[in-house]
């Protein structure tokens, strides 16, 4: 198992430890997520999601309001920020302490949230490739930011994407990218390798094998595999029915050194963490 680096995130103020593993609920209030079950579009729904993701034990909600499955159609700003201004209305009336996370790539989407309502780290599946403008907003903002490894866009990443050496070729992606970042005093960056973004099949997995080695990165890990296709057609299932390997590939995460785990289904991902670091802490006998 790896030893995880007990890293420290600052949430509005408020320092986070990463020692433990942390789990990040997905809120999707869109029409058009991947994973039907996920789409939460009227107010009750919404509530009831938010309500679902808190008592079963997540640490950060992550509301996204513009699905970037492949072959996503571009959401209108306006739209993505109606979305989100709903969504985020709903989570600071039934979970006010909550720290909240909003996946978005636009900057002024960023902006909105975190000014207007507060929120306490912008997940980013662009890592600013999507607007040029979002280096410099988060430096303003001074959140946390997650940057996503995409080949490509949402339209097109899973059109034959190639490499000359995956693992070398991300790893160069993020340092370059936190390098930018660090430069103009961004302080809080977690780095998610972007499981079935601009990968095939046996990209994900030989992700999945070496991700251990990122974090000579010196940043927190974050893992999204919930549910993902990389699951179903290897298991010859569907999404509905990609839970258990979820839960297998999130326990791997977990012993390569994932910090946050990004997921559809908190309890289990709970459960997974709990029993992992039961093993984990398991007092060392000879015989």
Known sequence: MSQIKPYFINFSGQLVSLEHPKVMGILNVTPDSFYAPSRQADDVAITQRVEEIVSEGASIIDIGACSTRPGAVDVPVD??????????DIIRKSAPEMPVSVDTYRADVATMCVEEYGASMINDISA???????FDTIA?????????????????????????????DVFL????????????GVKDVIVDP?????????????LMHHLEEFHQLD???LVGVSRKSMIYKKLGCTENEALNGTTVLNTI????GAHLLRVHDVKAA???????????NAPHQSF
């Not at 739209?79 to 985020?88: H, N």
């Not at 972007?194 to 990209?203: A, N, V, W």
């Not at 709970?270 to 984990?280: G, M, N, P, R």
Request: net charge positive.
């Open 253 to 256: 995460a977990l012993n390569k």
């Open 128 to 134: 600013g490739e999507m607007d040029k403008q979002m």
């Open 140 to 168: 303003r903002l001074n959140v946390p930011y997650i940057i996503m490894h995409m080949q490509g866009r949402p339209q097109t990443m899973q059109d034959s994407p190639q490499y000359n050496n995956l693992i070398g």
């Open 270 to 280: 709970c459960e997974a963490i709990k029993l992992w670091q039961s093993v984990k």
């Open 173 to 184: 992606y993020f340092a370059n990218k936190i390098d930018q970042l660090h430069e103009l």
């Open 194 to 206: 972007g499981f079935g973004f601009g990968k095939t099949l046996r990209d994900n997995y030989l």
């Open 219 to 221: 940043c927190p890990l």
């Open 79 to 88: 739209e993505e920020m109606r979305r989100l201004r709903k969504g985020l």
